[in-house]
């Protein structure tokens, strides 16, 4: 019954992320709204819905230690897993905006959390982060808020498409309706993708308790990566189906979602100590941003299947490392 379940969470995936990235392109296309502004929104929030739930059970729950390795975790799936295979895939070629404003947000984000889990070095106390670091945190993602708000309106009074909204205006009837469609598609792949990982997580950790695996693999392999599988899904049908902004988008917008709004909620509800390798994990993850920002900057703007190999061995590698040691 266990692997029937496990199977039906997978089936739930693979149908949520083609239903979300078949809703959120024709969104992006219907609206005027670019796709990578789409992805860094509608779709990474709908993707971070597993970690997001992970995080507040295991907050309610005194299961913090769960709560931070999720969001630190996830992330780190994100950059070394999910666009890695993508990228293999798929060349990805990025817009200047991820490069300019939603990477340097990503490493302050994660800067300011490597600080916050520096407590006993700085001040002598335990290591941990707090109500106080958790407002730190949505102060910063609401900037980011402000800054894709004001993106949206920006693009919404481009003469171009205001003539095209002007023209959604005359639309038919059958056309109204696929925008409705759209919607329809983007909301069923949300629920989805957040069913399917939440069957998915508990499935699996299910399966591993009953081949006798410990539970430092099951926390590193199961939880983590298992609440990234809806953005591994999403991003690769939207390579597939050559959507590169719609992918780099949903894993950047993912992670400052987790980084700067599902850890912080947790550590409101009940603040995080943080577990052993925490530190590490946020260092490796701040190390992957850099790369990514340095590749696109200094590598027209391109992550090449030869980069997406060399970040996704360190990633297997250091997962091994960190399961087996």
């Avoid at 990578?36 to 729950?61: C, D, K, M, R, Y």
């Avoid at 730190?136 to 095209?164: A, K, W």
């Avoid at 430092?216 to 199961?222: A, E, L, R, W």
């Avoid at 943080?274 to 590490?280: D, E, F, L, T």
């Amino acid at each position: 019954m266990t692997f029937v379940l496990l199977v039906s969470g997978l089936v739930l995936l693979l149908l949520g992320g083609t239903g979300l990235v078949r809703g959120a392109s024709g969104i992006a296309s219907r609206h005027g709204v670019s796709p990578l502004l789409v992805g860094l929104t509608v779709v990474a929030f709908g993707t971070s819905a597993p970690e997001l739930v992970v995080n507040i059970i295991g907050a309610l729950s005194d299961e913090t230690e769960l709560a931070f390795g999720n969001v630190v975790g996830s992330n780190l799936a994100n950059l070394g897993l999910v666009l890695c295979v993508a990228a293999l895939i798929k060349p990805m070629k990025i817009e200047g905006q991820i490069v300019r404003r939603e990477l340097p947000l990503l490493l302050l984000g994660s800067t300011v959390l490597l600080v916050m889990t520096l407590d006993k070095p700085l001040v002598g106390t335990a290591a941990q982060i707090s109500r106080s670091d958790g407002v730190i945190l949505l102060l910063l993602f609401g900037i980011f808020v402000y800054l894709t708000i004001s993106d949206v309106l920006r693009q919404r009074e481009d003469p171009l498409i205001d003539n095209m909204n002007q023209m959604n205006t005359m639309i038919p009837p059958r056309l109204v309706a696929n925008i409705q469609t759209d919607w329809l598609f983007t909301l069923f792949g949300i629920i989805a993708l957040a069913a399917g990982g939440q069957l998915t997580i508990s499935q699996g950790a299910e399966l591993a308790e009953m081949l006798g695996l410990p539970p430092v693999v099951i926390g590193m392999m199961v939880v983590a990566i298992g609440t990234s599988l809806p953005e591994l899904v999403t991003s690769v049908i939207a390579a597939l189906n050559n959507e590169s902004d719609l992918c780099v988008g949903n894993v950047i917008g993912s992670n400052i979602f987790n980084c700067l709004f599902v850890l912080p909620i947790s550590a409101l509800i009940n603040p995080l100590p943080i577990p052993a390798g925490g530190v590490v994990d946020i260092l490796l993850t701040l190390a992957f941003s850099a790369v990514l920002l340095f590749v696109f900057l200094y590598g027209r703007a391109t992550m090449n299947r030869t980069i997406a190999a060399v970040l996704l061995a360190s990633y297997l590698g250091y997962m091994a490392l960190r399961a087996f040691s």
